[in-house]
């Protein structure tokens, strides 16, 4: 057998048995996550989570008391409360004292990515600008008035604007449960991406520093 031969051989067995000393890191499939940014987003959340459990007819006929009162969490605080009023709105027997009938809670989770890699674009997203730069320089060449090339160029941008948005660091995950005789009645967790400067609406406030202490002696 030749040279020739035996290099062909070798490369079609590395074609049929891949070997490998770790897993190779690969990434999931194309999917998209909403970034909550202004109390309307909360509402949003509330009213959808309302109507899920208004579909429960066990949830409809059980008093519910939304928990949360001293809450100094301000998404929680405003969360609760658009929580009180979508329920009212729907008919919903809510109580003002706990132990009636169900609880309301919900429980919210900041996530800090510290060492996250390079998020790579849309698949066809570069392509899309790339084509409209391309018949930018066409037009530039082609077209008397210089401001027509303006037009692909705002194309490209009505194409990615209001949809797209940064992805970041910070996520947050919130839960929503109806809880009656130590028994889960209803559960629902959505993740969201939100912004650096907002993480304060959603953690409890950094306790105040201690004061210095200051040692005394009855030596002069």
Known sequence: MSACSLIVAALLGGCTYNASQAPVATTYPYSEQQRMQAAHHWEVL???????????????????????????REFQRNYRTLLTSHLVSRGAQVATVPGLGGEVHVDVNVIRHRDRGFVRPRHGSITTLAAGVRVAAFTLEQWSDPTLTLLPLAVAADVFSGGWTHTGNEEVVITTQVINNQQILYSSSHIYYINAGDIGHYMVPPAPPAPPSISLSNEW
């Open 46 to 72: 509330a009213q959808y989570e309302v109507e899920r459990m208004m579909r429960r007819e066990r949830l409809r006929n059980l008093p519910l008391y939304v928990v949360g009162d001293n809450d100094s």
